[in-house]
């Protein structure tokens, strides 16, 4: 739950104040599928045009219609073909989040982290991704559509950025033939566990 304190930022489609507004506009740009507009509006309806019920239906129905996969490697997929093709990756289906999100108006973000919601047969951690709405009064509020639920205290970000590409872990490049390369990496996770005294 949130307080938005601006109200046109109630309904959607959603209005900025101009003060905030301009900073913003990078988290508004979208790749204007008319897949991904069409499905974002039919959510919007079936929320009664609100902010909040849209959010949550937005992330109840990706996560119910999509199935997940593990996919160490590479550039998410566009809006469009994780709509269509109903599966991806977690970056994925923050992906279409974001631009279902933006096609409303609302402002959002890619972000990149670690989440303790992993399903059991995961034993290692990996990096996860997830994404962020901008709401009036509430500030920065997060959306896990891969785990279907709004993010708290179990989601770690690391970074946030209106693109995937601004929020890469290691980007790079390398000239020459023959040439390789490669990363290894290791991460331990630790929690400290308090006791309550009465």
């Given at each position: 739950d949130a307080i938005i304190t601006h109200?046109?930022?109630?309904?959607?489609?959603?209005?900025y104040p101009a003060e905030i507004a301009a900073a913003l506009a990078p988290n508004l740009v979208c790749e204007r599928s008319r897949a991904v507009e069409e499905w974002s509006r039919s959510i919007a309806?079936?929320?009664?045009?609100?902010?909040?019920?849209?959010?949550?239906?937005?992330?109840?129905?990706?996560?119910?219609?999509?199935?997940?996969?593990?996919?160490e490697e590479g550039e998410p997929q566009s809006a469009a073909e994780t709509?269509?093709?109903?599966?991806?990756?977690?970056?994925?289906?923050?992906?279409?989040?974001?631009?279902?999100?933006?096609?409303?108006?609302?402002?959002a973000r890619f972000v990149s982290g670690y989440s303790i919601h992993g399903p059991p047969e995961i034993t290692e951690?990996?990096?996860?991704a997830w994404?962020?709405?901008y709401l009036p009064g509430a500030g920065w509020r997060?959306?896990?559509p891969s785990l279907g639920l709004a993010t708290s205290d179990g989601h770690v970000p690391l970074v946030s950025a209106p693109s995937y590409g601004l929020a890469a872990p290691?980007?790079?490049?390398?000239?020459?033939t023959g040439a390789q390369s490669g990363m290894s990496y290791s991460i331990r996770l630790e929690t400290d566990e308090v006791e309550?005294?009465?």
């Open positions: 109200e046109p930022a109630s309904s959607l489609p959603v209005s309806e079936a929320s009664g045009r609100q902010t909040l019920a849209f959010l949550s239906n937005l992330t109840n129905q990706i996560f119910s219609d999509c199935s997940m996969e593990v996919r709509l269509s093709s109903k599966h991806g990756a977690c970056r994925d289906v923050a992906v279409l989040f974001i631009d279902a999100c933006r096609a409303q108006g609302l402002a951690q990996e990096l996860h994404a962020e709405v997060g959306y896990d290691t980007t790079g490049s390398f000239r020459g309550n005294r009465a």
